[in-house]
Nanobody
Framework: QVQLVESGGGLVQAGGSLRLSCAAS????????MGWFRQAPGKEREFVAA????????GYADSIKGRFTISRDNAKNTVYLQMNSLKPEDTAVYYC????????????????WGQGTQVTVSS
């Protein structure tokens, strides 16, 4: 089992930046691939970014590529999502998730989820 707690969400103007953090507790953090997903009102939850167990492999959704960066610090049991050049369409609840696979961008591969943190981007 692993427990995940996100933080860092908030209200920001278009063009601004936010850094989300996800702190993990429980079993060995480095045993899990980590991902960030988001869900906007009335829409399905969608993949944003993923990072492999050791951090050597990352993947991004096309909609955020070049603007967001995922990273992890296994010594601190934390995964981050640096979000730059934010757009109103980035408004959503952002979730971090853990997968027992080495790496995955598929929502269904993730078994453990945080409670989410709201990101609102004003125009």
């Amino acid at each position: 089992q692993v427990q995940l707690v996100e933080s860092g969400g908030g209200l920001v103007q278009a063009g601004g930046s936010l850094r989300l953090s996800c702190a993990a507790s429980g079993r060995t953090f480095s045993s899990y691939a980590m991902g960030w997903f988001r869900q906007a009102p009335g829409k399905e939850r969608e993949f944003v970014a993923a990072i492999s167990r050791g951090g050597g492999t990352t993947g991004y959704a096309d909609s955020i590529k070049g603007r967001f960066t995922i990273s992890r610090d296994n010594a601190k049991n934390t995964v981050y999502l640096q979000m730059n050049s934010l757009k109103p369409e980035d408004t959503a609840v952002y979730y971090c998730a853990a997968s027992i696979l080495p790496y995955s961008i598929s929502t269904t591969s993730y078994s453990y989820w945080g409670q989410g943190t709201q990101v609102t981007v004003s125009s």
